[in-house]
């Protein structure tokens, strides 16, 4: 039981922070320096807490949130032991402080900025031994000398086909691998999509709040897009069909119905038969971007539409590793019917060919070996856990600055703000002291009314980070 186990720490609270979240950073210092190492028993509760001077719930409690960060594991009747297969948190370096920042979906962040992304996953636990063997395996299999010409603009057929599993596990979705065309990343998934049903002068109708890099491939690529205001239940289905009755051009709609990007809503099932239903009046294809799917927290899981449709409703399904892993692996996919599938890879190979073989095949691999779905699992436990944790800070720093829905998944708060306080203020606040944060003006169409919020992502940031990131806003709040 790790009872004559000693661990000598000091626990110091930093500012407000509570006593359980002190003691959980002052152990992940510990294992990070190489004083606790993997396996290490620790003390158990009773006898931590007499040590310290803590109360006993205070230890129960870090334990409970290490425990849920990957850094440790209980073995029942054994005691506590620091995980064999820890959470790769190495701090990156840092330069010297910022001289300022811009934010932006797309751009990274200055060196030496802390970043609260609008949803990154964290990198540093991508599995990459397991990567790295994959894609060499890949290269020196005897596929890849018979194989690894051009080919198919659709992808690699080992990947379509473990896709076609994958997604048929995991979200119920019935998709042939000829249904499937892998892109790079779901971007070109919306351009490809866009380009599938654009003639000059078509509409395509948007969430408003919604995914500005949506906007810009669906402008890329010939269409005009349209605003529907987005409430607390996700897309407004009755104005999205007073438009259809008034804009002749109107032929697609795009959403993001599992986790509205940015506000986080998700569609209930009356309005997704409502939005199907005036789909098919309308005879509007439906855009489906379905980018977290796999980080869902609470509740039961939620069928895309994709997985309910039937042939009278085309629907394209749009879907990315870039959460699931990171958003430098370029990979996403697209199910569609197939005379716009046709016409999407018909595209994609005057534009980009065909994909990456190698990497295809080596995620093909990953997929098949179940090392995705084991990653998802551990990813989905940090991520929780760091979703519960900027939420209770939020709560304990900031409840009279304004308020937020816990969502119930993906990788984001978005935190709306008190009449009278700018979001942009307090970002350009933020960036002048090395945070980066994203004001809600960053994803309006209608820029002269900016949705005074933040979408504030918490999974890339470990506890320590998060801390950071929240003292720096705590600072730069703006006066008034
Ligand atoms: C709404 C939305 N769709 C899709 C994506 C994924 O894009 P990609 O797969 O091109 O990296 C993101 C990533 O941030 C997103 O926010």
Do not use: C
Not at 126 to 135: E, K, L, W
Request: no cysteine.
């Amino acid at each position: 039981m790790g009872k004559g186990t000693v661990l000598a720490i000091e626990v110091k609270p930093e500012g407000r922070e509570p006593v359980f979240l002190a003691l959980v950073r002052t152990i992940i210092n510990e294992i990070e320096r190489g004083r606790l190492k993997p396996g290490a028993p620790l003390p158990g509760t009773r006898a931590l807490s007499k040590n310290l001077k803590l109360n006993r719930n205070t230890v129960d409690a870090a334990y409970h949130e290490l425990a849920m960060q990957g850094w440790l594991v209980t073995q029942p009747s054994r005691g506590t032991f620091v995980a064999m297969d820890l959470p790769d948190m190495a701090m990156p370096p840092r330069a010297s402080p910022p001289q300022g920042v811009v934010t932006g979906l797309a751009r990274p962040a200055a060196p030496g900025i802390l970043r609260l992304s609008d949803g990154y996953p964290d990198v540093r636990l991508v599995p990459t031994t397991a990567f790295g063997q994959a894609i060499r395996r890949a290269l020196n299999s005897a596929a890849f000398v018979s194989g690894s010409a051009y080919g198919d603009p659709r992808g690699n057929a080992a990947l379509r086909d473990a896709l076609s599993h994958y997604l048929r596990d995991e979200r119920g979705l019935t998709a042939a691998a000829a249904d499937i065309m892998v892109t790079r990343g779901s971007q070109m998934g919306l351009f490809l999509a866009a380009s599938a049903v654009a003639e000059p002068g078509i509409a395509i109708a948007v969430e408003s709040p919604g995914y500005p890099l949506a906007w810009a491939a669906f402008r890329a690529a010939g269409a005009d897009v349209v605003g529907v205001p987005v409430d607390a239940h996700g897309i407004d289905v009755n104005l999205l069909e007073t438009l259809a009755q008034t804009n002749a051009s109107l032929r697609a709609v795009y959403v993001t119905p599992h986790h509205q990007y940015p506000t986080t809503a998700t569609l209930g099932a009356a309005r997704r038969m409502r939005l199907m239903d005036v789909a098919r009046r309308y005879g509007l294809l439906i855009i489906e971007d379905d980018y977290d799917n796999e980080y869902r927290f609470d509740g039961r899981p939620i069928l895309p539409l994709a997985a309910r449709t039937d042939e009278d409703l085309p629907i394209i399904y749009l879907g990315s590793l870039s959460k699931l892993l990171a958003p430098g692996i370029r990979l996403g996919y697209a199910v569609a019917p197939p005379q716009i599938l046709l016409r999407m890879a018909d595209r994609r190979e005057a534009l980009d060919r065909q994909g990456d073989w190698p990497l295809e095949h080596a995620l093909a691999d990953l997929l098949a070996d179940g090392t995705i779905k084991r990653h998802a699992r551990k990813a989905r436990r940090i991520y929780h856990a760091r979703r519960d944790q900027m939420a209770r800070m939020l709560e304990e720093r900031f409840s009279d600055d304004g308020e937020f829905t816990l969502p119930a998944g993906g990788l984001a708060i978005w935190w709306r703000l008190r009449r009278g306080l700018s979001a942009e203020t307090w970002a350009a606040n933020a960036a002048r002291l090395g945070l980066s944060v994203m004001p809600g003006l960053q994803f309006v169409l209608d820029t002269a009314n900016p949705a005074e919020a933040f979408r504030l992502g918490f999974a890339s940031l470990d506890n320590r980070e998060m801390l950071r990131a929240m003292d720096i806003l705590s600072r730069a709040k703006p006066v008034g």
